[in-house]
């Protein structure tokens, strides 16, 4: 029943911005995040919000440049990039569990990810 969703990927120059969704179904979770995994690269964490109150976390590779939000209404979970760099090419990933974290085999649920390609 639980479903997530990703969308907005594309190819962008370095210094550009993409905004990805994650659409939420079936039920909501305490957190929700983003990750990333590039080829041949382990998956990794980039941003972590709350669905019930306001925290929000950050991976020091993407602070101050990343901003995660949420439309509680919309049931969808955002992650604005900004000043974008060839290193942030991935595929992103949304993830939900009941207790955060940062690692991948703490999260429950995951969408299909959508592909983010940063030329220089």
């Known amino acids: 029943q639980v479903q997530l969703v990703e969308s907005g990927g594309g190819l962008v120059q370095a210094g550009g911005s993409l905004r990805l969704s994650c659409a939420a179904s079936g039920r909501t979770f305490r957190n929700y995040s983003w990750f990333r995994q590039a080829p041949g690269k382990e998956r990794e964490f980039v941003a972590r919000i709350r669905w019930y109150e306001l925290y929000t976390y950050y991976a020091d590779s993407v602070k101050g440049r990343f901003t995660i939000s949420r439309d509680n209404a919309k049931n969808t979970v955002y992650l604005q990039m900004n000043s974008l760099k060839p290193e942030d090419t991935a595929i992103y990933y949304c993830?939900?569990?009941?207790?955060?974290?940062?690692?991948?085999?703490?999260?429950?649920?995951w969408g299909q990810g959508t592909q983010v390609t940063v030329s220089s």
């Open positions: 993830a939900a569990n009941s207790n955060g974290g940062l690692r991948v085999v703490e999260y429950d649920y």
